[in-house]
């Protein structure tokens, strides 16, 4: 297998690949670890003119501030994974770096990447919806910030224009008191997600809510916001469960056969009681 023949620029800031895109515009790809961009160029799945190679650009920071998780675009799952920082800002994210495919690809595979790629089974996109992250965008005109609710339009599909290059990932900071829990099914480990959830819980107050985060689905990742108090026992959750399965059948996926249910219900249980600490043998 041999890409098609393609142009190769490697811009040295963000200014520089900025400028590219805008010159070539919808001819262009951005390369940033190549995990997925690289086989699609070899299986001729992509056929760009001009692939920019973003790699010596300066997007590997992990930055913490009082607000929130700032994650360059080129930093890799590895450090995600291995990183105390994130594993305290942003817990969700640490429990799910571990299931990004295997080893070797979270070695080269990058944040901003997955995000942009837009698999719609990828972990860090249902991480940064169930967080509430910003997707933070950059183009000749200036930086946008994009809400992680309103990005994903489809498989492989996100509202990035063609002259768009994804900067930076920024995740709210967890809380005293927020509860955090991520599962996933697959049929090895480090296969794509078959089903996956993320489960946020707001700290105890006014404003507390549950946020559930699922692929599986749908074609994109999926949210199911539930204001008021979290599950309190096992029984509670179960019911949970049930609830956002019986949402997400009813909205416009009709189509959920039992199976794709059964699956769904079992990683929000199990999300749910690594956030909640319940014991497993309590949930039905």
Avoid: W
Avoid at 44 to 58: F, H, M, N, T
Avoid at 75 to 92: C, F, G, M, N, S
Avoid at 178 to 194: I, T, W
Avoid at 209 to 238: M, Q
């Amino acid at each position: 297998m041999k890409p098609p023949v393609f142009e190769y620029e490697r811009p040295e800031t963000v200014e520089e690949a900025v400028s590219l895109l805008a010159r070539h515009g919808e001819d262009a790809k951005v390369l940033a670890g190549g995990q997925s961009f690289v086989p699609m160029l070899n299986l001729r799945l992509a056929r760009p003119g001009v692939v920019i190679d973003i790699g010596r650009l300066d997007l590997r920071h992990v930055e913490v501030s009082g607000d929130g998780l700032r994650l360059g675009a080129l930093v890799r799952h590895r450090q995600v994974e291995t990183d105390p920082l994130v594993a305290t800002a942003t817990p969700l994210l640490a429990q799910a770096a571990p299931h990004i495919g295997h080893l070797s690809i979270r070695n080269r595979g990058t944040v901003g990447g997955s995000v942009a790629h837009a698999d719609s089974t990828a972990e860090v996109s249902l991480c940064a919806l169930a967080a509430g992250a910003e997707i933070i965008v950059a183009n000749s005109q200036g930086r946008r910030a994009i809400a992680a609710d309103g990005f994903f339009l489809g498989p492989f599909t996100t509202v990035l224009e063609p002259e768009d290059l994804l900067v930076q990932l920024r995740f709210p900071r967890a809380r005293a008191g927020d509860r955090h829990g991520f599962a996933e099914v697959s049929r090895r480990s480090g296969d794509f997600a078959l089903a996956a959830a993320g489960f946020v819980v707001g700290a105890p107050g006014a404003g507390a809510s549950v946020r559930v985060a699922v692929v599986g689905a749908g074609p994109v990742p999926t949210l199911v916001t539930l204001p008021g108090p979290p599950p309190e026992t096992a029984e509670d959750l179960d019911d949970l469960a049930d609830g956002i399965v019986v949402r997400l059948a009813g909205d416009g996926r009709s189509a959920l056969p039992p199976f794709r249910r059964r699956l769904l219900r079992s990683v929000i249980v199990d999300a749910g009681v690594r956030a909640m600490n319940f014991q497993k043998e309590d949930v039905a």
